[in-house]
């Protein structure tokens, strides 16, 4: 039974121009580089460049027959269009370069995997036919640091049901054998002590590497805990046959699939979206040029919906016709208006940033830092949070002092013996700096480091040292004591 009631519910919803200024604020230079491509590749009356008669911002001829199908935020589904980043393969395969094209792409060099240059060895050795499948399938578990971290029980099996190769544990560490002889030493280890042994076994038979394969093979748990009295005394050996092990062992690779120089690696450059300057004293923030690409709206279909407009019979193709150039010119003016609003979102958002960090950008002191959240800049330039966030997100800027993640420049506070705020970046600084100055051969522990800062002016906590200790990435002070 049909009834009828009221209700009342509140909803938000974004306009399709809010949701294309969202999806290009987030995006970084490259990532917009390409979306512009799609953009003018799926639009035709979108074009590149300046028009040479009028201003892209000009108005085109409106069109207001009462069949004119607007797009409604409604129509939209906003996760989806969020969301939506796929991109058709005929996009992918199209190649419109001309032979006086200026190619900015970076050149990468085909090489050979590391699998492929384990493979081309093992082609050249004089196996059986099953022995080399075995080598084969071994290879093929090898992972991208050189090691076989998997069982050998579970590679009997698998050979068993995949390959219809039938062997024992034995027979396949004899073929595990061959491999680890292959270029690059240590490769086809099972663990770190192992493929430290191999690469030692190759090396020219001298009392430090005699002394430094003992340390490894029979005293492994000392060595990597620096537990350097204890080795001394059970291997009956002063501290300067010692040292000279231990630097030896400091010169090999704890991973030997990274060291190939067969091996293919992808190039990654970071381009900068926005670049810093002093001038005179003065800090002067500039964007990336390619985030400021010059677009306009196509001649062609304004003319287009000028001749419809000016027409006394309008039949039914014709307004089908008109209807596609419209919400073609439509989505042309959208994007540009959304182009023009990204740079100006990310240059308000990075200026604020920039006047903020003022003493930092100046001097490229990290204590330099003040403690700044997104909604300290949310506030400043009156946008949302989440703006400040897309602005911030994947984005670099480029310094005097290098290139960084945007991000970085955002910490938490604390405060000082003054009770002054102090940003949590210039604590660890003055942490890895009074680590950097440590005695090695006794190392600071984390309450020494505690009781360190707090007489500099900054009482934190023992756990609160450690934690930070890890965020450098710095270990525990026994495991930084060298002889």
Partial sequence: MLKQHLSQKLLQKL???????????????????????????????????????????DDYPE???????????????????????????????????????EDARVPISGGTSFTEYLMDQISMSRLKEEDRKIAEYLIGNIDDDGYIRRELNAIVDDL????????????????????????????????????????????????????????????????????????MERMEIDE??????????SRLNPKPGNSSTNTQKSIQSVIPDFTISIEEGELELTLNSRNAPELNVSREYKDMLETYKSSQEKSKSQKEAVMFVKQKLDGAKWFIDAIRQRQQTLLVTMSSIMNFQQEYFLTGDQRKLRPMILKDIADEIGMDISTVSRVASNKYVQTPYGTFLIKEFFSESMKNDAGEDVSTKEIKKILEDSIGEENKRSPLTDDRLAKLLKEKGYPIARRTVAKYREQLNIPVARLRKQL
């Fill in 15 to 57: 306009s399709p121009q809010q949701i294309q200024l969202m999806k290009l604020i987030q995006l970084p230079t490259q990532a917009l580089e390409q979306k512009i491509k799609e953009e003018l590749e799926a639009n035709p009356a979108l074009e590149e460049g300046m028009d040479a008669d009028e201003h892209p911002e």
């Fill in 63 to 101: 069109y207001d027959e009462g069949d004119n199908q607007s797009i409604e935020a409604e129509d939209i589904n906003v996760d989806e269009y969020l969301s939506d980043d796929e991109v058709p393969d005929y996009r992918m395969k199209a190649n419109n370069y001309s032979a006086d094209d």
């Fill in 160 to 231: 068993a049901f995949t390959q219809n190769v039938f062997v024992d544990e034995p027979r396949l560490e004899e073929v595990l054998h061959i491999i680890q002889s292959l270029d690059p030493p240590g490769v086809g280890a099972r663990d770190l002590q192992e493929c430290l042994v191999l690469q030692l076994e190759r090396k020219e038979n001298t009392n430090a590497i005699r002394v430094a394969r003992e340390i490894l093979k029979n005293y492994f748990d000392e060595f990597i805990k620096k537990h350097y009295s204890k080795l």
């Fill in 240 to 249: 300067e046959f010692l040292k000279d092990a231990i630097s030896e062992i």
